[in-house]
C-alpha cells in the first residue's frame, strides 16, 4: 500500500519529516519507506493559459500555441488533440527536465519556433496517461509553479505490512499509530451530510442467501447524481496512491477505501432487473463478466452480488460489466459490505484476479464501520456530483460481530516484557489505538472489530511493547522470564549445522517448496509427489520431493545473473504422498551444492570445484556436531552421473546421497558448469549425533609415527583399506591419514599409489621400536594378502 504524507498530515498533526514518519511507524511493526512522489525535478515547469491555438501550415495533427505564463507569453507547438484556447495547461519551459522526454530546449518545427512543451500527465510522472494535455482547473493561478499548484512535491509513503495488519491499508489506520506515537489526536474526516424525505428502503430489498460468506450487506440510494471528472483533490490523493481516477463517482468510492480502509462499490441502479439485491453462492457453472470484460465461469465457491436474477458483483472482488457505472447514470446503488476473508480468498483465486477490494476483504476488514463508509462516500457523492441521497442505509445483517472483551493485567504486561509501565499508560496506549479499557479490579479490554487479530493477552501486550517503544524494554544477559523454554534437540541440531555449513563459506537459501512437475521428474526419477489443489501456476504446481531441484533452481538462478562460483545450503522440507486419505508425508532435509571455482589467493591458485570439496563439506559436518563416521558407498542414481554417485550411510542405514550432477540434467536447468550435490536426511542426523563430547587430557607419552606406501589394482577402495589399516592395527594405533595418490605410467594402467602416514601411540607407557614395527609388520602382512598390494620400501 502507498499513500501521500500529506494525508497523513491532514489526519494528525505532526512535525516528524517524511523520514522520520517512516522510521517511528517501522519500529513500531508498520514497516515504511518515505520517498519523494516525483522523482525528476519540478523547476521552470509552471501554470499557463493558452491564449490563442492555430494549425501548422503542412500538418494536420500540430498547432501553434500561444501560452500566458504570468510573466510573459510563449510559443509552442502542440500535437494533442484536446488543447483549447483558454484552457489553464502545465508548461514545462526551456530548461526543464521531464521524465521520459530530457531536457526541454527551444526548437524549431516546421519552421516554427517552440519555446516549451505543453505537458500530459505522463510527462510529469503522475500516470501513463499521454492521450492529450493535463487541463487544469480554471481557477488555476497562470505563473505559479505547478508542483505547489498541484500539490506533487509530495512524499510517497509505501508500507510493507503483515498479513494480520488489515486495519493498517488506510490513512486513518496508519495515522492512528501516528497519533499514539506523536501523542496526538487523530482527526477523522468531519461532514454533514443530507437526505432527501424518500426512503431508500421503497427502492431496493436486501437478502443474504449465505450469512456466514456475508455476514453484512448495506447500501444507499442517490439519484439525480451527474457523472464527470473528479475534482483535482481527489485525483491527486488516488494518483500517489497507485489508483488511476476514472470518474467522480468510481473515484469517491476508492477514495473512502483508502481513507477508511473499507472497499466500497456502486452500481448503476437503472440496469438492475428488478428492486433487489440478493447476496448468494454462484450456480456451477454459471457464467459472469467482470469489469476487465473477462467472462469467467464460477463455481460454488464464488460469492455472487445479484438483482434478483443475474449477477452483478463478485462480493468483495470485482463489480459486473452489466452495472457499471457510466457517463449516463444518473441513480446508482452505493454498496458497503462486510464478507468473510476465507470467501473473498476462495473467489479471488477462482476468478484470477486481485484487487485493492479483495486485499483489504482477505485481511479482514471491520465489520462495524460499514454505514461510516458510505454515509462519508455519499457525502462526498452529493457534494461533487451533484447526488440526492434517499433517507436511511438500507441494512441487512443477520450475524451481528461485536468487540470481543479480553482480560488484561497490568503485571503481566510488565512480567513478560521486563518493564515497569503504569496502569496509567499502559490505558492512554490502548485507548489512543481505539481499544477502550474496563474496569479496575477486574480490568478488561473491549477490542474494536477493526483488530481481528488481536484474540489473547498476549496480543494486546504486543500493541503495548510496539507503541510503547521496543528500545525501551531493558536487555537481559540472560535467558529468563515466563517466556523462556529450552530450546528442543532439532532446533540445536539446526544451529549447529547453519554454523557449521555458514563458517565453511557456504551461503545458506529458503526455498518456496513449491515445484515444476517436469524438472522435478527430471530430478527425482519421476517419483510420485504431492500437488497442490489451487497452485499459483503450471510450473509451482506440486511439492518438492527432493531438495536437489530446490538447490538445482538457486543454482540456475546465480548463474543467470553470472554469479557463477557457488556454494549454498539449505536446511527445508520435502513432501511425499501418503496413502488415499492420509495428509502427506513431510520431512526435512540438509541440502548443500558446489559449482564453479574457489577464490583466487596470493598463496593459493584458482581451482574448479570438485567432489571432494563436497566431501570436505560433509567432514566438516560429521566432525563438528559430531555425528557417528559417514561411509561413502558407490550407488548410481538418478541424478548423479555415473562413478561419482554414492548413498551415504552410518550404521548401514542410508542416512542421504551425495555426487555430481549428470550432464543432461545440469543442461535441462541452463547450467554449463559441473555440480555437485549431497542431501542429507535430517531425521537420521539426529538419530546418529553423538552424546556431548568428553574431555580427555593431553597425552604424556610421545607419539611413534610411521609411513606406509603401496600400490593396489584401481578398484580397491580407500575407505576399505584405511578401516583394515585401523583394525589390524589395534589400540595402539591412533590416528590414519592419506597424504599421498598418484597415477601415471611408472606403475601401470590400472593401478594406483596411496600413502598413509600411521599414528602409534598408548597412554599408559613410552612404545618401543620394536614393538611399532612388529604391528607394522602385521598391517604390511595384511594389506599384501587382502588386497594383493605391493609395499613400496624406503
Same mark, same amino acid.
Given at each position: 500500500?502507498?499513500?501521500? *504524507?500529506?494525508?497523513?498530515?491532514?489526519?494528525?498533526?505532526?512535525?516528524?519529516?517524511?523520514?522520520?514518519?517512516?522510521?517511528?511507524?517501522?519500529?513500531?511493526?508498520?514497516?515504511?519507506?518515505?520517498?519523494?512522489?516525483?522523482?525528476?525535478?519540478?523547476?521552470?515547469?509552471?501554470?499557463?493559459?493558452?491564449?490563442?491555438?492555430?494549425?501548422?501550415?503542412?500538418?494536420?495533427?500540430?498547432?501553434?500555441?500561444?501560452?500566458?505564463?504570468?510573466?510573459?507569453?510563449?510559443?509552442?507547438?502542440?500535437? !494533442?488533440?484536446?488543447?483549447?484556447?483558454?484552457?489553464?495547461?502545465?508548461?514545462?519551459?526551456?530548461?526543464?527536465?521531464?521524465?521520459?522526454?530530457?531536457?526541454?530546449?527551444?526548437?524549431?518545427?516546421?519552421?516554427?519556433?517552440? *519555446?516549451?512543451?505543453?505537458?500530459?500527465?505522463?510527462?510529469?510522472? $503522475?500516470?501513463?496517461?499521454?492521450?492529450?494535455?493535463?487541463?487544469?482547473?480554471?481557477?488555476?493561478?497562470?505563473?505559479?509553479?505547478?508542483?505547489?499548484?498541484?500539490?506533487?512535491?509530495?512524499?510517497?509513503?509505501?508500507?510493507?505490512?503483515?498479513?494480520?495488519? /488489515?486495519?493498517?491499508?488506510?490513512?486513518?489506520?496508519?495515522?492512528?499509530?501516528?497519533?499514539?506515537?506523536?501523542?496526538?489526536?487523530?482527526?477523522?474526516?468531519?461532514?454533514?451530510?443530507?437526505?432527501?424525505?424518500?426512503?431508500?428502503?421503497?427502492?431496493?430489498?436486501?437478502?443474504?442467501?449465505?450469512?456466514?460468506?456475508?455476514?453484512?450487506?448495506a447500501a444507499r440510494i442517490i439519484k439525480e447524481v451527474k457523472v464527470g471528472p473528479s475534482p483535482w483533490w481527489i485525483k491527486r490523493k488516488l494518483i500517489i496512491s497507485g489508483i488511476r481516477p476514472i470518474s467522480n463517482v468510481v473515484?469517491?468510492?476508492?477514495?473512502?477505501?483508502?481513507?477508511?480502509?473499507?472497499?466500497?462499490?456502486?452500481?448503476?441502479?437503472?440496469?438492475?432487473?428488478?428492486?433487489?439485491?440478493?447476496?448468494?453462492?454462484?450456480?456451477?457453472?454459471?457464467?459472469?463478466?467482470?469489469?476487465?470484460?473477462?467472462?469467467?465461469?464460477?463455481?460454488?465457491?464464488?460469492?455472487?452480488?445479484?438483482?434478483?436474477?443475474?449477477?452483478?458483483?463478485?462480493?468483495?472482488?470485482?463489480?459486473?460489466?452489466?452495472?457499471?457505472?457510466?457517463?449516463?447514470?444518473?441513480?446508482? %446503488? #452505493? &454498496?458497503?459490505?462486510?464478507?468473510?476473508?476465507?470467501?473473498?480468498?476462495?473467489?479471488?483465486?477462482? %476468478? /484470477?484476479?486481485?484487487?485493492?477490494?479483495?486485499?483489504?476483504?482477505?485481511?479482514?476488514?471491520?465489520?462495524?464501520?460499514?454505514?461510516?463508509?458510505?454515509?462519508?462516500?455519499?457525502?462526498?457523492?452529493?457534494?461533487?456530483?451533484?447526488?440526492?441521497?434517499?433517507?436511511?442505509?438500507?441494512?441487512?445483517?443477520?450475524?451481528?460481530?461485536?468487540? %470481543?472483551?479480553?482480560?488484561?493485567?497490568?503485571?503481566?504486561?510488565?512480567?513478560? $516484557?521486563?518493564?515497569?509501565?503504569?496502569?496509567?499508560?499502559?490505558? &492512554?496506549?490502548?485507548?489512543?489505538?481505539?481499544?477502550?479499557?474496563?474496569?479496575?479490579?477486574?480490568?478488561?479490554?473491549?477490542?474494536?472489530?477493526?483488530?481481528?487479530?488481536?484474540?489473547?493477552?498476549?496480543?494486546?501486550?504486543?500493541?503495548?511493547?510496539?507503541?510503547?517503544?521496543?528500545?525501551?524494554?531493558?536487555?537481559?544477559?540472560?535467558?529468563?522470564?515466563?517466556?523462556?523454554?529450552?530450546?528442543?534437540?532439532?532446533?540445536?541440531?539446526?544451529?549447529?549445522?547453519?554454523?557449521?555449513?555458514?563458517?565453511?563459506?557456504?551461503?545458506?537459501?529458503?526455498?518456496?517448496?513449491? !515445484?515444476?512437475?517436469?524438472?522435478? /521428474?527430471?530430478?527425482?526419477?519421476?517419483?510420485?509427489?504431492?500437488?497442490?489443489?489451487?497452485?499459483?501456476?503450471?510450473?509451482?504446481?506440486?511439492?518438492?520431493?527432493?531438495?536437489?531441484?530446490?538447490?538445482?533452481?538457486?543454482? !540456475?538462478?546465480?548463474?543467470?545473473?553470472?554469479?557463477?562460483?557457488?556454494?549454498?545450503f539449505e536446511l527445508g522440507k520435502v513432501f511425499h504422498p501418503a496413502a488415499q486419505g492420509a495428509p502427506p508425508v513431510e520431512t526435512e532435509q540438509l541440502g548443500i551444492i558446489v559449482s564453479g571455482s574457489s577464490e583466487m589467493h596470493?598463496?593459493?591458485?584458482?581451482?574448479?570445484?570438485?567432489?571432494?570439496?563436497?566431501?570436505?563439506?560433509?567432514?566438516?559436518? #560429521?566432525?563438528?556436531?559430531?555425528?557417528?563416521?559417514?561411509? @561413502?558407498?558407490?550407488?548410481?542414481?538418478?541424478?548423479?552421473?555415473?562413478?561419482?554417485?554414492?548413498?551415504?550411510?552410518?550404521?548401514?542405514?542410508?542416512?542421504?546421497?551425495? /555426487?555430481?550432477?549428470?550432464?543432461?540434467?545440469?543442461?535441462?536447468?541452463?547450467?554449463k558448469q559441473t555440480g555437485y550435490v549431497a542431501v542429507l536426511d535430517f531425521e537420521a542426523l539426529l538419530e546418529y549425533r553423538k552424546p556431548a563430547a568428553e574431555y580427555e587430557p593431553l597425552p604424556k607419552y610421545p607419539s611413534a609415527?610411521?609411513?606406509?606406501?603401496?600400490?593396489?589394482?584401481?578398484?580397491?577402495?580407500?575407505?576399505?583399506?584405511?578401516?583394515?589399516?585401523?583394525?589390524?592395527?589395534?589400540?595402539?594405533?591412533?590416528?590414519?591419514?592419506? @597424504?599421498?595418490? *598418484?597415477?601415471?605410467?611408472?606403475?601401470?594402467?590400472?593401478?594406483?599409489?596411496?600413502?598413509?602416514?600411521?599414528?602409534?601411540?598408548?597412554?599408559?607407557?613410552?612404545?618401543?621400536?620394536? &614393538?611399532?614395527?612388529?604391528?607394522?609388520?602385521?598391517?604390511?602382512?595384511?594389506?599384501?594378502?587382502?588386497?594383493?598390494?605391493?609395499?613400496?620400501?624406503?
Amino acid at each position: 500500500m502507498q499513500i501521500p *504524507y500529506s494525508w497523513i498530515k491532514e489526519l494528525v498533526d505532526i512535525t516528524w519529516s517524511p523520514k522520520e514518519l517512516a522510521e517511528r511507524l517501522t519500529l513500531c511493526g508498520t514497516q515504511a519507506e518515505a520517498a519523494p512522489f516525483v522523482e525528476t525535478s519540478l523547476e521552470s515547469i509552471v501554470v499557463g493559459r493558452i491564449v490563442e491555438i492555430k494549425p501548422v501550415k503542412g500538418t494536420d495533427h500540430l498547432s501553434t500555441a500561444q501560452v500566458n505564463i504570468g510573466s510573459e507569453v510563449l510559443q509552442v507547438i502542440c500535437g !494533442a488533440p484536446n488543447a483549447r484556447a483558454e484552457q489553464k495547461v502545465v508548461l514545462a519551459k526551456v530548461g526543464a527536465v521531464l521524465k521520459g522526454v530530457g531536457e526541454i530546449k527551444k526548437a524549431k518545427i516546421r519552421g516554427v519556433e517552440s *519555446y516549451g512543451m505543453i505537458c500530459s500527465e505522463r510527462e510529469l510522472g $503522475l500516470s501513463d496517461d499521454h492521450s492529450g494535455i493535463m487541463v487544469l482547473d480554471k481557477d488555476a493561478p497562470v505563473g505559479e509553479p505547478v508542483a505547489g499548484y498541484l500539490g506533487i512535491d509530495d512524499y510517497l509513503l509505501k508500507f510493507d505490512l503483515t498479513p494480520n495488519r /488489515g486495519d493498517s491499508l488506510s490513512a486513518v489506520g496508519i495515522a492512528r499509530d501516528a497519533a499514539v506515537l506523536a501523542d496526538k489526536r487523530l482527526r477523522k474526516p468531519e461532514y454533514i451530510m443530507e437526505e432527501i424525505r424518500e426512503r431508500a428502503d421503497s427502492w431496493v430489498k436486501i437478502s443474504i442467501a449465505d450469512s456466514e460468506a456475508c455476514p453484512r450487506y448495506a447500501a444507499r440510494i442517490i439519484k439525480e447524481v451527474k457523472v464527470g471528472p473528479s475534482p483535482w483533490w481527489i485525483k491527486r490523493k488516488l494518483i500517489i496512491s497507485g489508483i488511476r481516477p476514472i470518474s467522480n463517482v468510481v473515484d469517491i468510492t476508492n477514495l473512502v477505501m483508502l481513507e477508511l480502509g473499507h472497499p466500497l462499490h456502486a452500481f448503476d441502479y437503472n440496469l438492475f432487473s428488478g428492486k433487489e439485491v440478493l447476496v448468494r453462492r454462484a450456480e456451477e457453472g454459471e457464467k459472469f463478466t467482470t469489469l476487465d470484460g473477462k467472462e469467467h465461469q464460477l463455481n460454488k465457491e464464488v460469492l455472487l452480488i445479484t438483482d434478483g436474477k443475474q449477477g452483478v458483483a463478485a462480493a468483495g472482488v470485482m463489480g459486473g460489466l452489466n452495472s457499471e457505472v457510466s457517463d449516463s447514470t444518473s441513480e446508482i %446503488l #452505493l &454498496e458497503s459490505a462486510y464478507f468473510n476473508p476465507i470467501t473473498i480468498r476462495r473467489s479471488r483465486q477462482r %476468478l /484470477g484476479i486481485t484487487t485493492e477490494s479483495s486485499a483489504r476483504f482477505e485481511k479482514g476488514a471491520d465489520p462495524n464501520i460499514v454505514t461510516e463508509a458510505l454515509n462519508r462516500a455519499a457525502y462526498l457523492i452529493q457534494e461533487y456530483a451533484g447526488g440526492q441521497i434517499l433517507q436511511g442505509i438500507v441494512d441487512c445483517y443477520p450475524r451481528k460481530i461485536f468487540p %470481543l472483551r479480553i482480560k488484561l493485567r497490568a503485571t503481566r504486561v510488565n512480567k513478560v $516484557l521486563g518493564t515497569n509501565i503504569t496502569a496509567e499508560r499502559i490505558k &492512554e496506549i490502548l485507548k489512543g489505538l481505539e481499544f477502550e479499557p474496563m474496569g479496575d479490579e477486574t480490568p478488561e479490554v473491549l477490542v474494536p472489530t477493526f483488530r481481528p487479530d488481536i484474540t489473547r493477552e498476549m496480543d494486546l501486550i504486543e500493541e503495548i511493547a510496539r507503541i510503547e517503544g521496543y528500545d525501551k524494554i531493558p536487555t537481559a544477559d540472560r535467558n529468563i522470564g515466563p517466556l523462556f523454554t529450552h530450546l528442543a534437540e532439532d532446533d540445536i541440531l539446526r544451529q549447529a549445522l547453519r554454523q557449521i555449513m555458514t563458517a565453511q563459506g557456504y551461503d545458506e537459501i529458503y526455498g518456496s517448496g513449491m !515445484a515444476d512437475p517436469r524438472l522435478l /521428474g527430471v530430478v527425482s526419477g519421476f517419483q510420485p509427489a504431492v500437488k497442490i489443489l489451487n497452485p499459483i501456476a503450471e510450473e509451482m504446481s506440486v511439492l518438492q520431493n527432493s531438495l536437489i531441484y530446490s538447490l538445482l533452481r538457486a543454482a !540456475a538462478h546465480n548463474f543467470a545473473h553470472r554469479n557463477l562460483d557457488i556454494r549454498l545450503f539449505e536446511l527445508g522440507k520435502v513432501f511425499h504422498p501418503a496413502a488415499q486419505g492420509a495428509p502427506p508425508v513431510e520431512t526435512e532435509q540438509l541440502g548443500i551444492i558446489v559449482s564453479g571455482s574457489s577464490e583466487m589467493h596470493w598463496f593459493a591458485k584458482e581451482r574448479k570445484y570438485d567432489f571432494f570439496d563436497l566431501k570436505g563439506a560433509l567432514e566438516g559436518i #560429521l566432525a563438528a556436531v559430531p555425528l557417528e563416521e559417514i561411509e @561413502f558407498q558407490p550407488d548410481n542414481t538418478v541424478p548423479f552421473e555415473a562413478g561419482i554417485s554414492f548413498s551415504l550411510r552410518i550404521g548401514g542405514k542410508e542416512v542421504g546421497k551425495a /555426487g555430481e550432477i549428470a550432464a543432461d540434467i545440469l543442461r535441462i536447468f541452463d547450467i554449463k558448469q559441473t555440480g555437485y550435490v549431497a542431501v542429507l536426511d535430517f531425521e537420521a542426523l539426529l538419530e546418529y549425533r553423538k552424546p556431548a563430547a568428553e574431555y580427555e587430557p593431553l597425552p604424556k607419552y610421545p607419539s611413534a609415527p610411521r609411513d606406509v606406501a603401496l600400490i593396489v589394482d584401481e578398484s580397491v577402495k580407500v575407505a576399505d583399506l584405511m578401516q583394515g589399516i585401523k583394525t589390524t592395527g589395534g589400540k595402539l594405533l591412533e590416528k590414519v591419514v592419506l @597424504f599421498d595418490l *598418484y597415477r601415471g605410467k611408472q606403475i601401470g594402467d590400472g593401478k594406483k599409489s596411496l600413502a598413509f602416514a600411521l599414528t602409534f601411540r598408548s597412554n599408559e607407557r613410552s612404545l618401543e621400536s620394536k &614393538e611399532v614395527s612388529d604391528i607394522y609388520d602385521k598391517i604390511t602382512d595384511y594389506l599384501k594378502n587382502q588386497f594383493k598390494a605391493e609395499i613400496r620400501e624406503g
